[in-house]
């Protein structure tokens, strides 16, 4: 049987979204004032040495953080990534559960800075800073 | 097969789980300095449809990290201690990316690499990174 996430988180929808649908799954908890994401590091996200491979994490901070963003706007914007920064402060270990939220920290126009440390474990082990930029997009729930 | 695999460019397989799920990856034989290759398709995208940029991180880490380790060339392996990625443009469905590695300083305990990924002559990405050196058995 497979693991269950967490008490209140459920899988998130990626249907439209080909690259998360491949790379997950992904559960969401909503009913905070930010959702929270999470994860299982299965074995077909692992690298050679049977951790989480680097770009599972980036890929996870970069949706949540881009997700984040089109939630609060009520589905009304949508966003590309400008930049993300990673830092990398510990492995994952396959089995691992991983959990992130996206915080919003600085506005600037259009161009939002958002930071989406991902945690295992009760300790962070990746740091993500990144810019985003907004536009209005109707049609992204 | 709509998109053909450029001539001088074979797959390769690092023995990396995800790399197996999201390739297939490929190389340029004969290059002096590992260089990678992905051919996008519609599995790699976003809402939006253009390139996921977890596909592109993922990438330039792993083209950065096999550069370096190749060009050592001495059984040690390294891991990514920080990825700071520009998307400077897209790419869609069809489109060939390569990342092109510059080592910055590839001696040491902790190495230094640039990557930028291109659509032809387009750069879409620019990565800088920093990468700790081991040994295998260290790590077991």
Same mark, same amino acid.
């Given at each position: 049987m497979a693991a269950q996430p967490p008490l209140g988180f459920g899988l998130l929808d990626c249907t439209h979204l080909p690259f998360n649908h491949l790379t997950g799954p992904i559960y969401i908890k909503e009913g905070d004032s930010t959702p929270r994401f999470g994860m299982f590091i299965l074995p077909q996200h692992s690298d050679a040495e049977g951790f989480a491979e680097r770009g599972v994490l980036a890929t996870l $901070?970069?949706?949540? $953080?881009?997700?984040?963003l089109v939630i609060a706007s009520n589905f009304t914007l949508g966003c590309f990534t400008i930049s993300l920064n990673l830092e990398f402060? $510990?492995?994952v270990p396959q089995g691992g559960w991983i959990e992130t939220t996206a915080k919003l920290y600085g506005q600037q126009g259009n161009v939002a800075f958002v930071a989406c440390d991902i945690s295992y474990d009760g300790n962070v082990v990746m740091q993500a800073n990144g810019k985003f930029k907004q536009f209005p997009h109707a049609d992204l729930r | 097969m709509?998109?053909?695999?450029?001539e001088g460019y074979q797959s390769i397989d690092f023995g990396i789980p995800f790399l197996q799920l999201i390739g297939p990856v490929y190389h340029k034989v004969g290059a002096p300095v590992l260089h990678l290759a992905m051919r996008i398709e519609h599995k790699h995208?976003?809402?939006?449809?253009?390139v996921h940029g977890g596909l592109l991180a993922t990438l330039a880490d792993v083209a950065s990290v096999r550069a370096?380790?190749?060009a050592r060339n001495n059984g040690q392996r390294a891991f990514t201690i920080s990825l700071n990625t520009d998307y400077i443009g897209q790419a869609v469905e069809g489109?060939?990316?390569e990342a092109h590695i510059t080592i910055k300083k590839g001696s040491g305990g902790v190495a230094f690499a640039l990557c930028e990924i291109k659509v032809d002559d387009k750069l879409i990405v620019v990565s800088s990174g920093s990468f700790k050196f081991f040994t295998p058995s260290e790590a077991s």
């Open positions: $901070a970069d949706m949540v $953080a881009g997700r984040s402060l $510990a492995p | 709509s998109h053909p695999v450029p995208c976003n809402a939006l449809g253009s370096l380790v190749q489109d060939w990316i």
